[in-house]
C-alpha cells in the first residue's frame, strides 16, 4: 500500500538527498560516523514498487552510491524498526558485498508485512 500527498515526492526526495549526503561527509572525513533518521524510511520500497509509504529505499540508494561513487568492497546495513524491512532485504539479498540485518517485531506472520521471510529464524533469504 502506498499513499500519496502533495508532498510526499518532495519528502522522499529530501529523505535520500540527507542519506547522500550523509554516506558523503562519513567518506571524506568530515564527520567519523553518522545515521541517517529519516521519514519516509524507506526500507519497504522494492527495487521497483513503493510499498508500506516508502517511495524510494533511502539505504540501498545510499549502498550503491558508497559502493559507485567510493569503491567500497562491503556494506553493512542495520535495520531497527518495528517492521521488516523486506524492500531492502530483497534489494540485495543476490548481493554478497551488502549484508542486511533487521531487527523487528515479528508476530508468526500475523504482524506487517506478514512475510514467512521477516520471522526469527530466517538466515540468508
Known amino acids: 500500500s502506498f499513499s500519496v500527498f502533495q508532498n510526499t515526492y518532495r519528502c522522499a526526495r529530501l529523505a535520500v538527498g540527507a542519506t547522500l549526503q550523509l554516506v558523503d561527509a562519513v567518506m571524506s572525513?568530515?564527520?567519523?560516523?553518522?545515521?541517517?533518521?529519516?521519514?519516509?524510511?524507506?526500507?519497504?520500497?522494492?527495487?521497483?514498487?513503493?510499498?508500506?509509504?516508502?517511495?524510494?529505499?533511502?539505504?540501498?540508494?545510499?549502498?550503491?552510491?558508497?559502493?559507485?561513487?567510493?569503491?567500497?568492497?562491503?556494506?553493512?546495513?542495520?535495520?531497527?524498526?518495528?517492521?521488516?524491512?523486506?524492500?531492502?532485504?530483497?534489494?540485495f539479498e543476490e548481493d554478497p558485498s551488502v549484508v542486511y540485518f533487521s531487527w523487528h517485531r515479528y508476530e508468526h506472520q500475523e504482524f506487517w508485512p506478514s512475510l514467512k521471510e521477516s520471522d526469527y529464524d530466517a538466515v540468508g533469504l
Open 29 to 91: 572525513g568530515k564527520v567519523c560516523n553518522g545515521m541517517a533518521l529519516v521519514r519516509p524510511p524507506g526500507h519497504h520500497s522494492q527495487r521497483s514498487a513503493a510499498n508500506g509509504f516508502c517511495l524510494f529505499n533511502n539505504v540501498a540508494i545510499a549502498a550503491e552510491h558508497a559502493k559507485l561513487k567510493y569503491s567500497l568492497q562491503r556494506i553493512l546495513i542495520v535495520d531497527w524498526d518495528v517492521h521488516h524491512g523486506q524492500g531492502t532485504q530483497y534489494i
